[in-house]
């Protein structure tokens, strides 16, 4: 009965208010898609690390079949000795920067590459002896780069040495900047948010006020009187975050999926699953908006 | 029933206050007609016993409660026990009449069969038998308030209060609130109900309590409306009616030849 007449309160209240309960919805729409969308950025973030970035820091790209520009590989591709060589001195001279050595032979690198590339790259079809041996290594300190690179490099065998951190660094520094950004939008987006709820119970209270009256002198309950108000606002705002994460999927679903991940498919991307995580937080958030936002107005518009 | 001790009421500070020192002992079943001038505290008087308003000081029981030091979140306790009409009915427009008398019950909770039971009962006592499917624009005047009323008495109060309900209504249509004012009073409901109408205090001859400028200035068992001020005072062969200073008038002056 109580739970039957307070929906039907609150419906009645959502359909008086349409157009501001509309840019409730609207409105925590757009800033919860800013939020989900910085959520789903590190999450990105998160992914492209736990791929490459912790387990490769420096690739050491040995001299190959045939010539190359490195002066270091005028004698042709590099020997066992010189790799055997190049060990010796990570162990001895690097001891203290190298944590972890291994060696990528042509034959996994190659597997590696067709594993990636199923279909060849980018029309061509390579085979084991295109491709380049190299020695990966793991630094006990990464901001240890430089002098790594400084002491290999030139060595005889070694064609060049690669900081792979140098090519996630700017993409890691841009979706940084495009979390911040979108940061900063959701704040003022859901600033907006709940100075709208806050109108939007307030217009509601006062289109009301003749209903809330009568309840007050016939000894309705506090709770009861502003439970309506409570629920509407929390209804738009829970519809709000329903629709971002909606958006939030459809765009993964489309951008990413589809798209992003055909054209340049070495990356691992958020997927929907990311979205499915990210979703529950969004409508916790519109519960707390609305939450907050009525705090602060019933008390004052409906007290006893 | 009601009971006032030494109550005073200053809405703002220096202000003269509303109620000054009252002190009235209501009985359980007694009907009490408040009288006085306007702004003489009446509807002040009602207030502090709904708990719309404390008292500045002294002390309001209500029910056997001391009502001024209730906190909050027993106020809807005691508001249950009391009726409450005004003058202007403040019924919801948007609901017929059945719905504006269940609406009362719908919010404190009353099981819906309690509320299908009760309402036409109350309808039918307050002579709206019939007319639940009505809009309250529908209604005459002297409808809207039997079911202004119906919606007060709908949860069995122990004590209605009417303010003025008889202000809007014309005299047959009052005589007629009047009866059933007096209908619900002897099914031992205490009626207190504030009123200019004069004719209505000399008929019923009820208790009559009478405020003026927030003092109790007489408090009859069985007392008539009191003496009103003439509408039009005897101003005498005055040129202007109710000009700044009219009371103490210099009578005019022949003019002096020159
Ligand atoms: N909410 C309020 N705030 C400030 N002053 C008020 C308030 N309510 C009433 N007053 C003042 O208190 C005094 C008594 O008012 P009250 O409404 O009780 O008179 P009344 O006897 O009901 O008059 P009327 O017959 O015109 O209804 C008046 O001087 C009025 O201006
Ligand atoms: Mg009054």
Redesign the pocket.
């Known amino acids: 009965m109580r739970f039957q007449f307070v929906l039907g309160e609150v419906f009645s209240g959502l359909r008086r208010n349409t157009t501001m309960v509309v840019a409730v919805v609207l409105v925590t729409f757009v800033s919860l898609t800013f939020v989900g969308a910085g959520a789903l950025l590190q999450a990105q973030i998160g992914k492209l690390k736990d791929d490459w970035y912790d387990k490769v820091e420096v690739s050491v790209f040995l001299c190959p079949q045939g010539t190359t520009a490195a002066p270091s590989c005028a004698g042709g591709e590099a020997t066992e000795d010189q790799i055997e060589a190049l060990r010796e001195v990570i162990r001895t001279e690097l001891s203290g920067e190298v944590s972890k050595v291994w060696f990528e032979s042509k034959q996994q690198a190659f597997a590696a590459f067709e594993e990636r590339y199923p279909d060849g790259f980018q029309g061509t079809q390579l085979t084991e002896e295109d491709m380049q041996a190299s020695l990966r290594l793991k630094l006990t300190d990464a901001e240890q780069v430089a002098v790594v690179s400084d002491v290999l490099s030139g060595r005889d065998g070694v064609e060049v040495v690669a900081d792979q951190r140098a090519v996630f660094e700017p993409l890691f520094r841009t979706l940084n900047v495009a979390t911040l950004l979108a940061a900063g939008l959701a704040g003022v987006m859901l600033l907006a948010a709940v100075l709208l709820i806050t109108t939007t119970i307030r217009l509601s209270a006062v289109s009301r006020r003749k209903e809330t009256e009568i309840m007050r002198l016939v000894g309705a309950s506090n709770l009861f009187i502003q439970l309506p108000f409570l629920l509407e606002g929390a209804l738009a705002a829970v519809l709000g975050s329903l629709l971002a994460g909606g958006g939030l999927w459809l765009a993964v679903r489309f951008m990413v999926t589809d798209w992003l991940e055909r054209s340049v498919d070495w990356v691992a991307y958020v997927s929907e699953v990311d979205v499915f995580r990210v979703a529950p937080l969004l409508v916790v958030v519109a519960v707390a908006l609305a939450a907050l936002s009525s705090f602060f107005t019933l008390n004052r518009y409906t007290r006893i | 029933m009601i009971r006032f001790e030494n109550v005073s009421k200053v ?2 500070r220096g202000a ?1 206050p ?1 109620l000054d020192r009252v002190s009235v002992d209501v009985e359980r079943g007694e009907f009490v007609f408040l009288v ?1 001038a ?8 009602l207030s502090l016993v709904l708990r719309e308003q404390r008292p500045t000081r002294g002390r309001v029981y209500v029910a056997g409660r001391d009502v001024a030091n209730l906190s909050g979140w027993r106020v809807p306790t005691l508001r249950r026990q009391l009726g409450v009409v005004f003058q202007d009915f403040r019924l919801l427009q948007n609901k017929t009449v059945h719905e504006n008398v269940a609406f009362a019950l719908q919010v404190i909770g009353k099981p819906r069969h309690v509320i299908r039971d009760t309402v036409p009962e109350v309808l039918e006592m307050v002579g709206l038998a019939g007319k639940g499917k009505r809009m309250p624009t529908e209604l005459s005047g002297g409808e809207q308030q039997r079911a202004a009323i119906a919606r007060a008495i709908v949860n069995r109060p122990q004590i209605l209060l009417a303010d ?1 309900p008889t202000g809007n209504l014309d005299p047959t249509t009052s005589l007629g609130i009047m009866r059933l004012l007096d209908r619900i009073n002897r099914t031992g409901t205490t009626v207190v109900m ?1 009123t ?1 109408d004069d004719e209505i205090v000399n008929e019923m001859r009820r208790r009559v309590v009478e ?1 003026s400028d927030g003092v109790v200035v007489r408090d009859e068992a069985r007392g008539g409306y009191g003496e009103r001020e003439a509408i039009l005072p005897d101003v005498g062969a005055s040129p202007v009616l109710d000009a700044p200073g009219s009371g103490t008038r210099v009578p005019a002056q022949p003019v002096r030849g020159s």
């Open positions: 809405y703002a003269r509303a006085g306007s702004g003489s505290g009446k509807s002040t008087f003025e504030a200019h405020l």
